[in-house]
């Protein structure tokens, strides 16, 4: 039952991180004419990446600090924010998005529109591949994470005896003119 849980921040991790890591480089590269080609990092043409990327490292770590109900709710959003990254990452790859934004960063170069060549490189692909692992582990996460061990609850302070009674004890306290959350 240990192995579960490390497996799945290894997955999630790798997810988050090999999408932030693609999200930093070089997605395409346009080439107009003669001149020099103007290089689009992921970040240009899909800008929303690396912020999800965060959020996902960001929803891994919060796992591990909560129970029951909520780990089903982060696992809801790890696997939200891997779908997002997936489609936006196959968006990067379209190439009238790419000459748009090449001629908006060159425009002297653009102004020639003799576009003679537009390469995508691998790293839209791998970061299609980190929203691919962050969809299996919020998939994972709903499904297991409610059994699995959470954060010891070793150093929290222990309830007082006022915070434990019911209701109708502390609206009759309240009938006798007691104050119920005084301690005593």
């Not at 529109?113 to 692992?133: E, I, K, Q, S």
């Amino acid at each position: 039952m240990k192995r579960e849980p490390t497996a799945w921040l290894l997955l999630s991790a790798a997810g988050a991180g090999l999408s932030l890591l693609a999200a930093g480089r070089v997605w395409a590269s346009v080439r107009y004419g003669g001149a020099a080609p103007v290089e689009l990092q992921g970040g240009d043409l899909a800008p929303a990446v690396q912020p999800l990327a965060l959020a996902a490292l960001a929803a891994t770590v919060a796992l591990f600090a909560t129970r029951g109900l909520w780990r089903r709710v982060i696992g809801a959003v790890l696997a939200l924010c891997g779908a997002g990254i997936a489609l936006l990452s196959w968006q990067g790859l379209a190439v009238t998005a790419a000459e748009e934004l090449a001629a908006a960063r060159s425009p002297l170069a653009a102004a020639t529109r003799d576009v003679t060549a537009v390469a995508h490189t691998a790293w839209p692909y791998l970061a299609a591949a980190g929203g691919a692992l962050l969809i299996a582990s919020g998939v994972l996460a709903v499904a297991r994470a409610t059994g699995w061990a959470g954060m010891s609850g070793r150093y929290d302070r222990p309830r007082p005896a006022a915070e434990q009674r019911d209701d109708k004890s502390l609206w009759e306290a309240i009938d006798r003119g007691d104050d119920p959350t005084e301690e005593r």
